[in-house]
């Protein structure tokens, strides 16, 4: 009996829960049906490997568009120079925790401070000499991050990471707020890096979380320009709202959605060349967020904005187009840039951190993002979490999250 009870301690504190990401060139066929993912209950728990580390147990892990494309293949070859470089590898990089346990250079965090994750172990966070990108602030293009410089594992009991990517949590803010702030920091990330006009009419292609994180980085930044959300659905259209966005069209017709369109700033002339619409001259959007980031969403956004105007891909749909028509953009003289996680912000000649300032908002309007956790799974009912993401018109999901208790 004695030696039964040991057994169970020593596996309750060495071993854990979590969701790993199993890399198998014979499953790949089978991705949809869960074939590269491996739960288990007794993982060994990871250990702090340098003395400015932390360990974090998980409370709550977001489940991202792009842990999907991940578990099921549907991700661009040179997107996977972001995973990890061991196999199997852990999964989630939204993630609120508390702090379990702290090296011994560790010097502002302590033992149960409740945290957020940058998953970015950029140089400056192992505190190393910084590469030729963070020496600029560029931390989404470090030069270490091919080399396994993401952390992640909001999916798992425990993660360690580096003291200096994590950022504590205020007491005003829920947890259920605080796991949106990486994707809020990407949206912070996406406008700072490419503000519109406060004369602009600007789209925001998209209402799941990013386009809604969109929506609330261009009013949280002092934005006053004309916003028009895109949303596929009525229980994302509310949202959209209450975040600041000035009108919503949940047109699914595609010539109706045309014809408002090119009316969002002004009358404007729709072309129909060989069935296909097209805005053309000074009408239509300004500027478009594409927070959907697939080849149909990119080829809307190229007919939707104006000639000179411009389209900021947001959303990672990975796709590798094959249907689109570029010669849209070069006669309508289109600017189209990407965006990509975090770094450095410049701010009124500041260097701005985009977490702690998505955290200082969240402390002043906490209330603005509730809802948006529409459903809590347990990590043994991953598919479950899974399935409801995938499923957005029949569970109104938005933001799912797994969580351990």
């Given at each position: 009996?004695?030696?039964?009870?040991?057994?169970?301690?020593?596996?309750?504190?060495?071993?854990?829960?979590?969701?790993?990401?199993?890399?198998?060139?014979?499953?790949?066929?089978?991705?949809?049906?869960?074939?590269?993912?491996?739960?288990?209950?007794?993982?060994?728990?990871?250990?702090?490997?340098?003395?400015?580390?932390?360990?974090?147990?998980?409370?709550?892990?977001?489940?991202?568009?792009?842990?999907?494309?991940?578990?099921?293949?549907?991700?661009?070859?040179?997107?996977?120079?972001?995973?990890?470089?061991?196999?199997?590898?852990?999964?989630?990089?939204?993630?609120?925790?508390?702090?379990?346990?702290?090296?011994?250079?560790?010097?502002?965090?302590?033992?149960?401070?409740?945290?957020?994750?940058?998953?970015?172990?950029?140089?400056?966070?192992?505190?190393?000499?910084?590469?030729?990108?963070?020496?600029?602030?560029?931390?989404?293009?470090?030069?270490?991050?091919?080399?396994?410089?993401?952390?992640?594992?909001?999916?798992?009991?425990?993660?360690?990471?580096?003291?200096?990517?994590?950022?504590?949590?205020?007491?005003?803010?829920?947890?259920?707020?605080?796991?949106?702030?990486?994707?809020?920091a990407v949206a912070i990330h996406a406008i700072c890096r490419n503000?519109?006009?406060?004369?602009?009419?600007?789209?925001?292609?998209?209402?799941?979380?990013?386009?809604?994180?969109?929506?609330?980085?261009?009013?949280?930044?002092?934005?006053?320009?004309?916003?028009?959300?895109?949303?596929?659905?009525?229980?994302?259209?509310?949202?959209?709202?209450?975040?600041?966005?000035?009108?919503?069209?949940?047109?699914?017709?595609?010539?109706?959605?045309?014809?408002?369109?090119?009316?969002?700033?002004?009358?404007?002339?729709?072309?129909?060349?060989?069935?296909?619409?097209?805005?053309?001259?000074?009408?239509?959007?300004?500027?478009?967020?594409?927070?959907?980031?697939?080849?149909?969403?990119?080829?809307?956004?190229?007919?939707?904005?104006?000639?000179?105007?411009?389209?900021?891909?947001?959303?990672?749909?990975?796709?590798?187009?094959?249907?689109?028509?570029?010669?849209?953009?070069?006669?309508?003289?289109?600017?189209?840039?990407?965006?990509?996680?975090?770094?450095?912000?410049?701010?009124?000649?500041?260097?701005?951190?985009?977490?702690?300032?998505?955290?200082?908002?969240?402390?002043?309007?906490?209330?603005?993002?509730?809802?948006?956790?529409?459903?809590?799974?347990?990590?043994?009912?991953?598919?479950?979490?899974?399935?409801?993401?995938?499923?957005?018109?029949?569970?109104?999901?938005?933001?799912?999250?797994?969580?351990?208790?």
């Amino acid at each position: 009996m004695f030696e039964g009870v040991l057994e169970y301690i020593l596996l309750r504190f060495t071993t854990m829960r979590g969701l790993y990401f199993d890399l198998d060139l014979g499953k790949i066929k089978e991705a949809k049906n869960f074939s590269l993912i491996r739960y288990k209950g007794h993982w060994e728990v990871p250990q702090i490997g340098e003395p400015n580390q932390v360990r974090v147990r998980t409370t709550l892990g977001g489940i991202c568009g792009t842990d999907l494309h991940q578990v099921f293949i549907e991700i661009s070859p040179f997107a996977s120079i972001l995973g990890a470089t061991v196999n199997p590898s852990p999964l989630g990089h939204e993630i609120v925790g508390i702090v379990s346990e702290c090296g011994e250079k560790v010097k502002d965090l302590k033992e149960g401070d409740r945290v957020i994750l940058n998953p970015l172990s950029h140089c400056a966070t192992k505190g190393i000499d910084l590469c030729p990108s963070c020496r600029v602030g560029n931390w989404q293009q470090c030069y270490n991050i091919a080399g396994g410089g993401l952390v992640t594992g909001g999916f798992s009991e425990y993660f360690s990471c580096y003291e200096k990517q994590l950022y504590k949590v205020p007491k005003s803010v829920p947890d259920d707020v605080a796991v949106l702030t990486e994707p809020f920091a990407v949206a912070i990330h996406a406008i700072c890096r490419n503000p519109p006009k406060d004369d602009d009419t600007v789209v925001v292609v998209g209402a799941g979380t990013i386009g809604l994180m969109v929506i609330a980085a261009i009013r949280a930044l002092g934005h006053r320009c004309n916003i028009v959300s895109l949303a596929r659905y009525p229980f994302q259209a509310e949202i959209a709202n209450r975040l600041g966005s000035d009108e919503i069209i949940t047109e699914k017709n595609k010539r109706a959605l045309y014809k408002k369109m090119v009316k969002v700033k002004g009358e404007g002339k729709l072309f129909i060349v060989a069935g296909q619409k097209y805005i053309f001259g000074n009408v239509g959007p300004d500027l478009i967020y594409d927070c959907v980031g697939t080849e149909a969403s990119m080829n809307d956004s190229l007919h939707y904005v104006r000639s000179n105007g411009k389209i900021v891909i947001v959303g990672l749909g990975y796709s590798i187009t094959k249907n689109l028509d570029w010669s849209v953009q070069a006669y309508k003289e289109v600017t189209i840039v990407g965006s990509i996680m975090y770094g450095l912000q410049n701010i009124s000649g500041r260097k701005c951190d985009p977490f702690e300032m998505a955290l200082d908002f969240f402390s002043e309007n906490s209330e603005l993002f509730e809802g948006i956790v529409t459903h809590k799974f347990k990590i043994e009912d991953y598919k479950e979490a899974f399935k409801c993401m995938m499923s957005k018109r029949d569970t109104q999901g938005i933001k799912v999250v797994l969580l351990f208790c």
